[in-house]
Structures are given as C-alpha cells and as structure tokens.
C-alpha cells in the first residue's frame, strides 16, 4: 500500500504548485490586498507546516539508508519551524522581522540534504539529475527569503520566491524512479519507465 | 463561489493585475492538459487494467489540472473583489 516515491514526488509537486500560485498571486496584487482576508494570511505558512508535517511519514517509511532518514527529518523539522514562524509573524506573535529566515533556513537546509542524500552523479538516472538540480535550485533559491527579510517590499524578491516553488513544483513533476536522462541511464539503475 | 460566478468575473473588464490574477488558474490547466497531449501514458486513467491504487489515484498531469480549478475557484474570486475594492 506504500505508494512509490516518485509518486510521494509528485504529491508534494502538487502542494508546491499551489504555494506557488498563491505567491504569484500576492506579488501582483500586493501584501496588502492578499491580507484582507485572514485565511489568505495564513495559507502560505499553514500550507509550509503542514508539508512539515507528511515529511515525517516519509522519514519514517522511506528508509533506503541512513542518510534518507536524516534528510527527510531535516526537511519535517525545517519546513514545520519556517510555517510556525511565518505563522506567528502573521498573527502578531512575533515581533521581530527576522524570524522570516527561518524560510531561507529551510530553503538552504532542504536544498543541502537534497544534495546530500543523493549520492548518485548527475546521469546516473533522471532522478539522480533532478535531485542534483532541486538541490541546487533550493540552495540558490534561499537567496529570495534572505534578501526578503530586510527588503520586504521588493516585489522582484517576492516573484523570485514565488517561482522558486513553481519551478520545484516542475523538477518534482518529472521525476520518475528510473528513467533515463538525455540519453544516459546506468545499467545499475535498473529497468526504466517512460 | 459557483463557476457561474466564475465566469462573470471572467468576462468583466479588469485591470491588469486582476487579469493575471484570472489568468494563473486557467494557465495551470492549459499546462495540464498540455502534458496530458504530449504524454499520454502519464494519465493512467486512460489506460487503467491492471494499475495499482497508487497509478489511478496520483496522476501528474490531472494534478497540475486540478491544481488550476482549485486555485481559479477558492482562491481567484476572491482576491479579485478585494483587488477591485482597493482599486475603487
């Protein structure tokens, strides 16, 4: 009944498009407009913490190795302190401006154990490269709720972060467990799907 | 908030940003459904013998679909009406 992982992928590509949308959105029509309603408010951060949240089945049923486990929980605890923070940051529970980078956290955290715990190259199957490239996206992307918490009103910073998770959304989206990648599969990974 | 309601927010004259804001959902299914033509064995659905619960139940490309409806339906709506009063 355990689903395989690249459908956990795409499960979670699925959250992260929608995050994404709901960013793009608050960019173009402003912070301002966004937070008239108080469920739009608090959206975005509930949505980071509940995503914490399922990383932890997935830490606890996709053990593949050591290494896995301590990804996976990395992600649960990033992803649940970077939603608690901007949840406390929305409601006015806390104050201090900078909590927001417990977002480029997660994002640099998430984005190093992704790069960690594929210990693949990159040809070595089309997730092997998709891990590598996530990875790398997220580490570059922390950039965006880095400069976004001293410059909160830059509107470039804001579509930045919000096509950060539309372009993980697409990375996840295309992973499969084997398959090949221009042209290259290893014979180790076993027998590839379309 | 019914499609009905939807659509008349889809046919008023609006400004720039609230014509992006409608235009993200549809985008999301249009690229759905462009997957769906490009990749067709990617949707199970159409092919479902001998598919497990996992195949029928986690399809990419009906995800990015219903990703577009469910964003154009709660979310878009709204934003544009409180959009449209800040504008006023």
Redesign the interface.
């Known amino acids: 009944?355990q689903?395989?992982a690249e459908?956990v992928h795409?499960?979670f590509?699925?959250g992260f498009?929608?995050i994404g949308?709901?960013l793009?959105?608050e960019t173009?029509?402003g912070p301002?407009?966004?937070r008239?309603?108080a469920w739009?408010t608090y959206l975005w951060p509930g949505l980071a913490f509940v995503g914490g949240l399922f990383m932890w089945p997935v830490m606890v049923f996709y053990t593949n190795s050591t290494i896995h486990m301590i990804a996976h929980s990395s992600w649960a605890q990033v992803m649940m302190l970077a939603g608690a923070a901007e949840l406390g940051l929305a409601r006015g529970k806390l104050k201090s401006p900078y909590w927001a980078l417990t977002v480029a956290l997660a994002f640099a955290v998430s984005g190093a154990a992704m790069l960690v715990h594929e210990q693949q190259p990159w040809l070595f199957s089309r997730s092997a490269f998709l891990h590598h490239l996530s990875g790398w996206t997220l580490v570059g992307a922390s950039l965006f709720p880095l400069g976004r918490t001293f410059r909160p009103s830059s509107t470039l910073l804001r579509a930045g972060f919000a096509l950060s998770f539309v372009a993980l959304a697409v990375i996840l989206?295309a992973d499969r467990d084997v398959a090949e990648i221009f042209g290259h599969l290893s014979p180790l990974a076993g027998t590839p799907r379309? | 908030m019914d499609i009905q309601h939807v659509t008349r927010l889809a046919r008023r004259h609006h400004s720039v940003r609230a014509r992006a804001v409608l235009a993200l959902g549809p985008l999301s299914v249009l690229g759905g459904l462009l997957w769906a033509v490009l990749q067709p064995y990617r949707v199970t659905v159409l092919d479902p013998e001998g598919q497990g619960f996992w195949w029928l139940f986690v399809e990419p490309p009906l995800l990015v679909i219903l990703v577009g409806v469910l964003f154009a339906w709660l979310v878009a709506p709204g934003l544009i009406r409180d959009l449209e009063e800040q504008e006023r």
């Open positions: 009944m689903p395989p459908h795409w499960l590509a699925t498009l929608f949308l709901c793009l959105a173009i029509v301002e407009v966004w008239r309603q739009r989206f379309r």
